[in-house]
């Protein structure tokens, strides 16, 4: 990620510089996660595609350089981010394709007007030692207290989702059975977890989980990804940062 520096905002290049994004310089900013869970969609031409708390929008983005005629949805609960996540998608060149949506994710009302969708994600927002987020836009950026919970987000999520769409997630490792049981109370099954280790043979701390809206196939263990060997990036995540790619499974 190459990244230029203005008052209060970076101008950063995502996948080898085939997403632009500006973002703000402190709070919430996209990393390593927003690429993982982009290249985890299993998006195909055409599709529709939703996603929940979309920040100024690194991994809608990310979705279209390797999609680029996908329709998208996106919710954001603050309004500022929302504005930023519009302005990115147009120097994107898809402001046509992109809606984005100011609101809170657990409003029953905020999504029903939808079409039908094939995907949905979210990166849900955490805090991991549940101590208080010390800027103003962390204040919901919890499952600790008083925000949605993961099943909340699973709902949202899932509703609109066709018949055997995806719904996937990007969360700490240590919410696992949490994140399951949201996918299976949102009835979706059919749920694949991918481990993301710091480095090979060390205990994961992120993963990748997926289901199916009606999914009723066995769950699946999915190989592991390490992410840095030696001094940098392994090659599976130096090259997923590089250039818009899918993972080996999507």
């Known amino acids: 990620m190459t990244t230029i520096v203005e008052a209060g905002f970076t101008d950063d290049r995502l996948l080898g510089g085939a997403v632009r994004l500006r973002q703000p310089r402190g709070g919430l900013r996209a990393g390593l ?4 869970l982009a290249a985890s969609i ?5 599709q529709t595609v939703l996603e929940g708390g979309c920040g100024a929008g690194p991994v809608f983005l990310s979705v ?30 898809f402001a046509g394709q992109v ?29 991991p030692d549940g101590s208080a987020p010390p800027e103003a836009l962390r204040a919901g950026a919890t499952h600790h207290g008083e925000g949605p919970s993961l099943a909340d987000w699973a709902r949202a999520l899932a509703r609109p989702l ?25 009835r979706c099954g059919e749920v694949f977890l991918q481990p993301l280790w710091p480095r090979a043979g060390q205990m994961a701390k992120r993963m990748l989980v997926q289901g199916r809206r009606g999914g009723r196939g066995p769950d699946r263990l999915l190989p592991g990804l390490a992410l ?23």
């Open 162 to 186: 066709a018949h055997r769409g995806s719904l996937t997630l990007v969360l700490p490792a240590s919410r696992f059975a949490e994140a399951a049981a949201g996918l299976r109370a949102a």
């Open 42 to 46: 299993p998006v195909r031409a055409g």
């Open 64 to 93: 279209l350089a390797r999609q680029p005629d996908l329709r998208v949805f996106a919710v954001e609960r603050e309004p500022a981010l929302a504005a930023l996540a519009r302005e990115n998608a147009a120097l994107n060149g």
């Open 228 to 250: 840095h060997e030696g001094e940098g990036w392994s090659p599976q995540a130096a090259a997923l940062l590089e250039a818009p790619r899918p993972l080996a499974w999507c």
């Open 99 to 127: 809606t984005v949506i100011e609101g809170d994710i657990a409003d029953p009302t905020l999504l029903r007007d939808l079409p039908q969708l094939d995907h949905a994600f979210a990166n849900p927002p955490y805090w």
């Open 33 to 36: 996660d927003a690429v993982l």
